[in-house]
């Protein structure tokens, strides 16, 4: 069993930065895939990025390809998303989800493949 907690979150303006965390407790973070999910108020949860695990491959949506950054600390069993260069669109609650990363049944973009997820963070860009 995982527990993963969001933080991070918060105001900033359009063309700013925020690095989200998502802290996991109960097992190591090392076998799990990690992905990062928002969903925007009326619109449908939509993902963003993903990280195999360790020493596995990252996966963007193309709304943010080029501007956040996924990326994995395994002594602190704390997964990341950097996210530069904020435009209001990215405005949502932000959801960290993980699973252990076997054979792969759905795609990692896929909410399905994830077991465990935690409460999410609000990330608000103002124009």
């Known amino acids: 069993q995982v527990q993963v907690v969001e933080s991070g979150g918060g105001l900033v303006q359009a063309g700013g930065s925020l690095r989200l965390s998502c802290a996991a407790s109960?097992?190591?973070?090392?076998?799990?895939?990690v992905g990062w999910f928002r969903q925007a108020p009326g619109k449908e949860r939509e993902f963003v990025a993903a990280?195999?695990?360790?020493?596995?491959?990252?996966y963007y949506a193309d709304s943010v390809k080029g501007r956040f950054t996924i990326s994995r600390d395994n002594a602190k069993n704390t997964v990341y998303l950097q996210m530069n260069s904020l435009k209001p669109e990215d405005t949502a609650v932000y959801h960290c989800a993980a699973d252990l990363d076997v054979v792969a049944y759905w795609p990692v973009s896929d909410a399905r493949g994830y077991v465990y997820w935690g409460q999410g963070t609000q990330v608000t860009v103002s124009s």
């Open positions: 990280l195999r695990r360790t020493g596995g491959s990252t």
């Open positions: 109960g097992r190591s973070f090392s076998s799990y895939k």
